[in-house]
DNA sequence: CAGTATCCGACCGGATACTG
DNA sequence: CAGTATCCGGTCGGATACTG
């Protein structure tokens, strides 16, 4: 195994981009569903305070992973869903995943039963 | 592409498990270095201090990445080094890294550069 | 050398109420 | 509906000094 293939620098980039209570889950749901309005992600991500979401959404969107619209409206209605950046996410995501539940089996099903 | 391939939770746990702010530096060393000694860690990694070093590794090795091996001498000898677990990391690792290098660059070389 | 004990400030997530 | 304003407690990383 040619471990020369990753540096710290990116890693600690990737990680820090990826670190947040919520991102994981926010990123689990626009993989599924391409566009969601804010409400929609706030009521099915359970317990996530709204300023907490909303500012998960903000720094995801200006990190570019995410593409934020809105239109126009009263009541308004805003989108998100995953930007290029963010769905190239997607295989690292699933080495992540795959790799816990390989290895890190008990406190994945922990987790589940919550 | 299939996103189906990964659930929010093992991401949640393998994320978890990965944060902290020197954990990406510290996993770098030990694929490249297999076993390394206490001080040798942490005159490699700037700016930490023992107690913040000594967290992680404690962590790391509860949570089963790193094996804690001592030489009973004095003064002691500690070595640490990636278990099986740890070493399983790697294709998920270097994911991250090649996905920040090509979506995340400035933040890289920035990082680089300090 | 490796590890522990204190103390501290900054940051992060959360609760609640309010607004365009 | 989406977003902002306050306030608050806990956790995390860090500085420093000490010990087996």
């Known amino acids: 195994m040619d471990y020369n293939q990753f540096k710290h620098c990116g ?14 889950i926010i990123l689990y749901h626009l993989f599924h569903q391409e566009s969601m309005r804010f409400t929609e992600l706030w009521r099915i991500i359970p317990k996530v305070t709204k300023k907490v979401l909303l500012e998960h959404l903000k720094q995801m969107e200006h990190q570019g992973l995410l593409i934020r619209s809105e239109v126009n409206t009263f009541p308004p209605e805003v ?22 539940n390989e290895y890190a089996r008990e406190e994945v099903d922990l987790l589940k039963s919550k």
């Open 11 to 24: 890693l600690n980039v990737a990680l820090g981009i990826l670190s947040g209570k919520w991102k994981a």
């Open 79 to 100: 989108y998100y869903k995953l930007s290029d950046k963010g769905k190239a996410l997607a295989p690292a995501l699933s080495a992540l995943e795959v790799w816990a």
